[in-house]
């Protein structure tokens, strides 16, 4: 899921992704779980809005800046949830961590961190990492049309290059992109050459000055979506899934 924000309508949103994918393994959401990280209530009405559905799958998030609210800490998000505490030295127990599922690594980064703080711990990562495949999900995506972020650009991107990571999602903008495959900022022709970045939100928004990114093979300006992910083997297949149940958009990437 993009950003949850705790909305009546994101809860439906989980519960429909729950019915129709009951062979999921785990959820997880790209940040901004809630709309205020220190009110209680926030959490309490994500857990109730959204059924018993984390009470019987995992949940693997990162935090977004409203979780960290106002840059007082994230101290509720860290008493609620149990995550690995193997991310970088400099960055708190929880916020970033990494883990693998089948024959996939998952690279879950606080993006509301220091950048510089990241940059080693994620080579190291990618370096030694035997995974057929690999993702990273965090809050602010490097590429989007309204407030991209050169530093994770400059950081980040040249090591998913590097180490061929095959996906990025993000939220924070509260709109649907999905790129072609980018190597170095650029479009390359093969999903094995580039990185597909992606980046969607989970409660209504609309984007009425939306411009065309030239790297992008979709976009929507309106509507909230989750996501679906499926590994089998060599082949990954990704659909994205609006609120009322229809397929907005699909690729598959073979290995």
């Known amino acids: 899921f993009g950003d949850t924000h705790c909305f ?45 559905v984390f009470s019987r799958k995992p949940l693997m998030p990162v935090p977004g800046n409203h979780d960290r609210q106002d840059g007082l800490g994230a101290q509720l998000y860290y008493d609620l949830f149990s995550l690995p505490k193997n991310g ?53 995506p490097p590429y989007n049309f309204e407030e991209p972020y050169p530093d994770i650009q400059e950081a980040w991107v040249p090591l998913f290059d590097k180490y061929h990571l095959d996906m990025v999602m993000g939220g924070h903008i509260h709109y649907y992109m999905r790129s072609r495959p980018m190597n170095h900022g650029k479009v390359v022709d093969s999903f094995s050459k580039g990185t597909v970045y992606a980046i969607s939100i989970s409660i209504p928004s609309s984007h009425d000055n939306m411009i065309a990114e030239p790297y992008a093979v979709q976009q929507f300006d309106r509507g909230y979506f989750y996501q679906r992910m499926e590994v089998k083997g060599n082949v990954l297949t990704y659909s994205a899934v609006d609120a009322n149940g229809a397929v907005r958009d699909e690729f598959q990437i073979r290995k």
């Open 88 to 140: 970088p030295s400099k960055v708190e127990d929880e916020s970033s961590y990494s883990f693998e599922y089948g024959n996939a690594l998952f690279l879950m980064i606080d993006a509301t961190s220091e950048v510089a703080d990241h940059t080693a711990w994620i080579e190291q990562k990618l370096a030694s990492s035997k995974a057929t495949w690999k993702f990273a999900i965090f809050h602010f």
């Open 8 to 52: 009546p309508d994101s809860g439906k949103l989980v519960s429909l992704a729950d019915r129709r994918n009951q062979d999921a393994a785990f959820y997880t959401i790209a940040g901004d779980v809630v709309s205020t990280g220190l009110n209680r209530d926030d959490w309490d009405k994500l857990f109730q809005y959204s059924g018993d």
